[in-house]
């Protein structure tokens, strides 16, 4: 079983910056893609970043350029930067971590791939 536990979240105005961390625990699979999603009450869970084994990350079109995902194979951990944040990105940001078909494996963008779920850390953006 694996865990996953997120930190960093917090309040922050328009235009700043937040850094989330993720580490996993257990017996997390080889080859793990790890990723972020968000929630807010009005949204479903949306895709914003992963990165697969290999270490090629993807990003929803909206914060291209202004998230950077990574990771640390050996501390099993990742990261997501957030800067220039918006009051819209205000959200309920989980870690994720799935095992899919290769190192090199695109991540999917569906939250129901995604089998290992943190608990959750807000992120507040007040405008």
């Known amino acids: 079983q694996v865990q996953l536990v997120e930190s960093g979240g917090g309040v922050v105005q328009a235009g700043g910056s937040l850094r989330l961390s993720c580490t996993a625990s257990?017996?997390?699979?080889?080859?793990?893609?790890m990723g972020w999603f968000r929630r807010t009450p009005e949204k479903e869970r949306e895709f914003v970043a992963a990165?697969?084994?290999?270490?090629?990350?993807y990003y929803r079109d909206s914060v291209r350029g202004r998230f950077t995902i990574s990771r640390d194979h050996a501390k099993n951990t990742v990261d997501l930067q957030m800067n220039n944040l918006k009051p819209e990105e205000g959200a309920v940001y989980y870690c994720?971590?799935?095992?899919?078909?290769?190192?090199?494996?695109?991540?999917?963008?569906?939250?129901?791939?995604?089998?290992?779920w943190g608990q959750g850390t807000q992120v507040t953006v007040s405008s």
């Open positions: 257990g017996r997390p699979d080889s080859a793990s893609g």
């Open positions: 994720v971590m799935n095992r899919f078909c290769s190192m090199r494996a695109t991540p999917s963008r569906d939250p129901e791939a995604w089998r290992y």
């Open positions: 990165i697969n084994w290999a270490g090629t990350t």
